[in-house]
């Protein structure tokens, strides 16, 4: 577990779940538009996540974010717009 701090004073274990989160909702939200082959999606998903979740936080940790309530009802909202898109 990263128990170390940003200066902002977000902990880096919550900031990168956070980012992660908001990768994966934002993949699964674009991969159906790309194509209709499910095993290329999931494909595309496990591969970019990492890199994806890695290049996110390191641009949040630049730029000083810090996971706010607005950024908590961010996510909330686009999980939910996840699960409306992916169960019509």
């Known amino acids: 577990m990263i128990a170390s701090t940003t200066e902002t004073g977000n902990s ?21 538009l790309l194509t209709d082959n499910k095993l290329f999606e999931l494909m595309l998903l496990i591969t970019m ?7 996110s936080t390191l641009i949040g940790l630049s730029m000083g974010h810090t996971v706010t309530k607005r950024g ?5 909202a686009i999980w ?9």
């Open 49 to 55: 996540q990492i890199a994806l979740t890695c290049i």
């Open 72 to 76: 908590a009802s961010l996510l909330f």
């Open 12 to 32: 880096l274990d919550r900031l990168l779940l956070y980012n992660f989160l908001m990768v994966t909702a934002v993949a699964l939200l674009i991969t159906p």
């Open 80 to 88: 939910m717009l996840v699960w409306c898109v992916h169960l019509a």
